[in-house]
């Protein structure tokens, strides 16, 4: 009975933990994208592609295209401000774990486990420029296809630092019924490999 008791108190007391950490990586991360309108501006875009792609008239079409192009370039910009503002994050603060589920002090005490989140957004904003560049032979819905992937990894990024990667997986399947497999084969190729590196995936 009495262990039984001892690993109730331990699990409440690292769900209690868990939560405190959750919190504070929450309000940190929050602090920073508070200053832009990053979460408004992909919405704008991700919205504005379904109408583009719902569009029977190519003329209409092309037009919601063209309108989404200073959208894109605007997001892309703001959030290469973003990581700029949050590399000066140190780096203990910055860590996330590679642990499929959220475990408290992990990223203090084993540090070999976790990687810096401060990488892992300098990576996405180079993804996010280059799949926002305007090129005249790129098709838009291509555009629009590999910038929505790099967008939703970025996000899914922001998750796992959050919460967990199992979360932010979920969180990116829910919201976009889009899997975390099917994200990674969509960014480009350079996204994926570093991201693949950094991650230890």
């Not at 642990?99 to 989140?117: E, H, I, R």
């Not at 280059?130 to 819905?141: E, G, I, L, S, Y």
């Not at 084969?185 to 190729?189: C, G, H, L, Q, S």
């Given at each position: 009975m009495d262990i039984f008791v001892f690993i109730i108190l331990l699990a409440i007391g690292m769900q209690v933990f868990k939560r405190r950490e959750q919190a504070q990586r929450i309000a940190l991360l929050g602090s920073y994208?508070?200053?832009?309108?990053?979460?408004?501006?992909?919405?704008?875009?991700?919205?504005?592609y379904q109408r583009a792609l719902g569009e029977a008239d190519p003329q209409r079409q092309a037009?919601?295209?063209r309108h989404l192009e200073a959208t894109e370039q605007t997001l892309s910009e703001q959030f290469n401000r973003f990581v700029l503002e949050f590399a000066k994050v140190p780096e203990p603060e910055a860590r996330l774990s590679r642990?499929?589920?959220?475990?408290?002090?992990?990223?203090?005490?084993?540090?070999?486990?976790?990687?810096?989140?401060r990488k892992l957004l300098s990576l996405h904003a180079h993804g996010i420029s280059?799949?926002?560049?305007?090129?005249?032979?790129?098709?838009?819905?291509r555009k629009a296809f590999r910038l929505s992937a790099e967008l939703m990894l970025m996000q899914h990024s922001c998750h796992w630092f959050c919460r967990?990667?199992?979360v932010a997986s979920a969180r990116l399947l829910g919201r976009h019924q889009t899997t975390y497999a099917q994200v990674l084969?969509?960014?480009?190729?350079s996204t994926r490999q570093t991201y693949l590196q950094l991650t230890g995936n």
């Open positions: 994208l508070g200053k832009f309108q990053i979460e408004k501006l992909m919405q704008e875009v991700l919205g504005g037009q919601v295209w642990l499929p589920l959220a475990l408290p002090f992990v990223t203090q005490y084993v540090p070999a486990s976790t990687l810096d989140l280059q799949a926002a560049q305007n090129k005249p032979a790129q098709p838009a819905k967990s990667k199992m084969d969509a960014v480009a190729p």
